[in-house]
């Protein structure tokens, strides 16, 4: 005898939690089960322990997704006005850090206990360290699972990306979906630092631990933030936010002094005995790495031995200058996955399958990847409350 629930859903992280709370409280009977002992770890360990939980500015071009379009209809039934206002509900303080991102001012356990309370008020049963082993669907979905057989009308799956596997990541809900004949699309570690060749993690070494304010570029994305050089690579949120669009053998383009016209600041310091380097850093980059970097480019000298063309040359260089990376850090270091369950084959008004009635899927397991600062939490809201009015 399996038990019965109208609703199952597997992965009780932000989406999971989300769909729970938005089912029950519609009076549907609803179960959520996670294999991890712990709760929502990575709203846990987000936003250094604080939670980005979403973004002043979210909107769909924030998004990255096979179908740009995808995203519209489920952030405006649930829009971060809409978490915000609920996140006041509970009196949780909260701040704005910077470009919109609203942090916790005390905990990102706040979160956790605020969605975990409204899936109590939809008398949600949750039961975690479950294993489901076996997924079937006659006309309904049966889970065998650690807990036994359990039945329902409704599944929705909610179990995430690859990112961080040391704390519960697994690729269920992709071979899930393929087990239901969805297509899943190229996935990559996204939001993440990345590799440099080996000459060039020697050649930049010395800058490891610096950053400064650049517009990091990659292919027609580009971020003004700032860029931090590591013993093995670039970070930092410029870098994390064009990762999401680099592709492997491609080259990254930093403007190294965005909005400063270094022409006319050369110009005027012309025949100056200043030293180039302290120029630079008087134009905003750390002294280190002006050092650094100039010496890397032949110019460790005063402004008045700059000519006329190798100053034309700085100005490019500085303004274009390029980086291959590697590779990427991977999922070990990696925010989310880009890539997940082709958005082809989901209702965006719902996120139900088209070909497989009853059977949804929200959040970061779905091909739609946010920028960095809150956006893929708002992903995970507004696709969790969604599914949760549908199923
Ligand atoms: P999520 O990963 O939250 O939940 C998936 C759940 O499914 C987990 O509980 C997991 O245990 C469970 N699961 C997996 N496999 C299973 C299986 N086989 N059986 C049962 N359960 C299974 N975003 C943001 O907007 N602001 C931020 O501040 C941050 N900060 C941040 C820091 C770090 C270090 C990381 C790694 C990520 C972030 N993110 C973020 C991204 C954000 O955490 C992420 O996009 C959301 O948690 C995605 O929500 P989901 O519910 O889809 O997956």
Redesign the pocket.
Known sequence: MSRYFDVII?????????AAASAGQRGRRVLL????VK?????R????G??????LNVRPECYLSANPHYVRSALAQYSQHDFIALVERYGIAYHEKTLG?L?CDES?QQIIDMLDAECRTGNVERVMG???DEVGRSDRFILKTSLGELASESLVV????L??PQ???????YRLAEQFGQTVTELAPA?VPLTFHVEDAERFAPLAGIALDVEARAGKAKFRENALFTHKGVSGPAILQVSSYWQAGEALTLDLLPGVNLDAELAEREGSEQKLANTMAELGWPKRFAEVWLAGQGLDIRVRELSAKRSRQLVEAVARWSLLPNGTQGYKK???TRGGIDTKQLDSKTMMSKSVPGLFF????VDVT?W?????????WS??YVAGQHC
């Open positions: 597997i992965g009780a992280g932000a989406a999971g939690l989300m089960i996670d294999h991890a709760l929502a770890e990575k709203i360990i987000s936003g250094g604080r939670c980005n939980f979403t973004n991102q942090f990102s479950v294993i489901v909610a179990t995430g990306g990112s961080i704390i519960g990541a697994t690729p269920f809900g939001l990696a925010e989310v929200v959040g970061e397991v946010g960095l600062g809150g956006y893929n939490f708002q992903w995970a696709s969790g």
